[in-house]
């Protein structure tokens, strides 16, 4: 993982997520895979943040350039969702009331994310999957449903990314 392709890519791909605790690693095994295809665009940063997106999205908001385009994989418990269902939630429609209800763990606010499609030209793209299986302790192993959906989390991420920005 080459973290310097934060401050000069077209396109930056964060995964979210804690590897230690079940489904929430979508995020960082979706990163994993894209750095394995070679089809992958030399413009894109495929960046492994854990748990710590806030920081990163407070550098892309003080960089020049700044990407034309972030996506944040990560995992929701989203009500009347079936686990392993990938979906995208829209940065416009988010309350900005609610700061943490996206994630199992610290997401960026919802006043972070609207700061950048705001006052930024940088489009906002957030890809999340529901998730069937959070342990109350330390575990590493996936749900079968989320783990069967990390591929297509990863093909749905590349078109995002050779796809061309708004303007």
């Known amino acids: ?3 310097s392709k934060m401050f000069t890519s077209r396109v930056v791909v964060f995964g979210c997520g804690n590897t230690l605790i079940g489904d929430d690693a979508v995020g960082p095994r979706v990163i994993e895979l894209l750095e394995k295809d ?3 665009p030399d413009d894109v940063a495929l960046l492994d943040v854990g748990t710590s ?7 892309l908001i003080n960089i020049d350039p700044k990407p034309q385009r972030i996506i944040i ?3 929701t418990t989203a009500h009347g969702r079936e686990p392993g269902e990938i979906f995208e939630i ?13 994630s199992l763990h610290m997401f960026p606010t919802v006043n ?4 950048l499609t705001l006052n930024t030209a940088i489009e906002v793209k957030v890809v999340v999957i529901q998730t069937g299986y959070i342990p109350e302790v330390f575990d590493e192993r ?3 449903e989320v783990s069967a959906a990390v591929p297509h989390i990863a093909s749905r991420v590349k078109a995002l ?5 708004k303007s």
């Open 142 to 144: 996936m749900s079968p």
């Open 1 to 3: 993982m080459d973290w």
């Open 112 to 115: 972070l994310l609207k700061e």
């Open 73 to 75: 994989i990560d995992a």
């Open 38 to 40: 070679p089809d992958m």
């Open 161 to 165: 990314c050779l796809e061309p920005a």
């Open 90 to 102: 829209d940065v416009d429609h988010m309350d900005p009331k609610k700061v943490n209800d996206f």
């Open 53 to 59: 997106i806030r920081s990163m999205l407070f550098d």
